[in-house]
């Protein structure tokens, strides 16, 4: 009897207590959505069979308009080759022909399908174009092949006529009762729309008013009890997560009490751990960025060092490179703005001592951590105590499997870094051995391309000097042994001294073909008289008048000149060869005052323009020439604007 009181009770209570009552609004507003969205499902499917109704007449509509447009196409092709006799007419109509089988069957199936009236106007539309093609197109091509005055009549072009008048008002009648059909579709499409949105509004209104008063219920019963808590948890949004509640509150309001301080613990120790993430990550992404820049090694160690020292809450960062003499050359440093005193300076050498860290790393490898040692004697260690650091930490810097240098953070601070301090110097570390290992490549690139630059220059003025003093001397010598044989023909043999004489004339003109070959393949004038004298010859000898300023005062090294040279030869061949221009402009100056010395060279021309470095293996040459000894090619070419070389080549250091 007790056992059903309880239950009884416990009914009782779940009935009118606040899951009953949840569980009863939870179930009118499921009835009441249900019914709502039923009525919504019903009238969307009318709504999506107008649509789709509408798209098949769209679909007919194009494809009708399609098929027409072949027709003009065949009447137009058919036209212009009766009327030219040009084999070029008769490309679209050869289209057409080949396109519309396909195109009227397609017509004849959307329409089929769409209206039984549509299908067989159709099926008439495709009969009379077929009829068109059959009975009148095909032979009227055919006979304008054998004899074109026979179709140039009155009688052929009104007989086209006709046949293509009755197909246009078969397709007009067609389009016309599709544009019906489609206006019917419009109609049906938004009478269900409009009975979708009064289904979706009524079902709308209606959860929102038992929504409305389900809320006021529910906070009138739970909002106010938990009030203390949100407030308390607007403290915890704020950002302050030392804040914790009394768990003095009775059943499930007090366990959440409990799970609200609980909450906020775990949050205040994963904050404090993202935080160290996201300063890492941010740390790690500024690097990086430097690092895809391409900028100088010097600009990325000075970033890495500047980033693990605010990471670590460190004093002083610093980069060093192990040499092959068993020293060690800071390459990049960065301390507390407040205490320049602690920064390494950059470029120095130092010793590997036995007893520090950077000798740790340098004989394992692996990441190494050790204090200010009181009793060494090393340079290091007397740097550092003088600055009063206690402890520093190294990581090995490994660039494509070989040790290269070593990663340092350095407190004052009595207490020893956190453990996990390697493992955060790890990424840095592989930042920047990843800029190492692209500047390596770039510079290796950089002098392959040089060395093979020079190599051909070197090959060329062997060619050159070959060709002047073997093959060219020995021409010349012929020429002279012919000439004197010519000379002492008598006048009875006029036909051998004829002969003789048109050999010789024809040495000459070898050697001079040999003389321009070898000023193309490695100009002698530019190695005795200089650039100025050098690209004067060559403007003399240009097809293009050209007009040059040439400004540099002093003589520059083989490299630089040969390549001004060939930039200015191909620019001028370019101009008179496919630039078709009137005139040339060249501008060459050494510029002293900047910091670097640099060669200017702008090379510019009146022609057609549309030069694309892209295409062509004399601009690509130019080019890898010019990257080649450090310089920079810029090419401007619009269509119909001439075409401009800017070369810029440093040339300090020489």
Known sequence: MGARVWRGTRWADWRGGLTGRTVVASALLLILISGAFAVLVLALAGLREAVDLRRQSREMLVSANYVERLVVDLETGQRGFVLTGEERFLQPWNHARAVIPKQTAALQRLSAARHPGQGERARQITRAIEAYIRDYSIPTVEAARR???SVRTAAVTEDGRRRLDVIRRQFDRFVAFNRQLLAENQDSAAAAGRRATIA???????????????????????VRPVRRASLMAADLATGDLSVRMPATSPGEIGAL????????????????????????????RRVATVVARSVSPA????????????????????????????????????SKPVA????????????????SVSALVSRTGRPARGTTNTCATGAISAWARERGITMSVGSPIMVEGRLWG????CTTAPESLPEDTEERMLEFTELAATAIANTESRAELAASRARVVAAADESRRRIERDLHDGTQQRLVSLALELRTAEAAVTAEQDALKQQLSHTAWGLAAAVEELQEISRGLHPGILSKGGLGLALKALARRSAVPVELNVNVGRRLAERFEVTAYYVVSEALTNAAKHGHASVVHVDLNVDDNVKNAVLRLAVRDDGVGGADPRHGSGLVGLMDRVEAIGGKIHIESPAGKGTSLFVTIPIDGM
Do not use: K
């Open 340 to 355: 320049p005193q602690f920064m390494l300076p950059l470029g120095s050498s130092w010793p590997i001592e036995d007893e």
């Open 406 to 409: 070593v990663l340092l953070a």
């Open 299 to 334: 600009v990325v160690f000075g970033a890495v060092a500047a980033e693990i020292g605010h990471i670590l809450t460190a004093d002083c960062a610093a980069i060093q490179r192990y040499e092959p003499d068993g020293t060690m050359t800071v390459v990049g440093a960065w």
């Open 257 to 284: 009490e409990q799970a609200f301080n609980t909450m906020a613990g775990s949050l205040e120790d994963s904050r404090d751990e993202l935080r160290r993430i996201a300063e890492e990550q941010a740390a790690l």
């Open 200 to 222: 979706a509004a009524t079902g709308v209104a209606a959860s929102i008013l038992l929504v409305l008063t389900f809320n006021g219920y529910m906070i009138r019963s739970i």
């Open 147 to 149: 004899d074109p005055a």
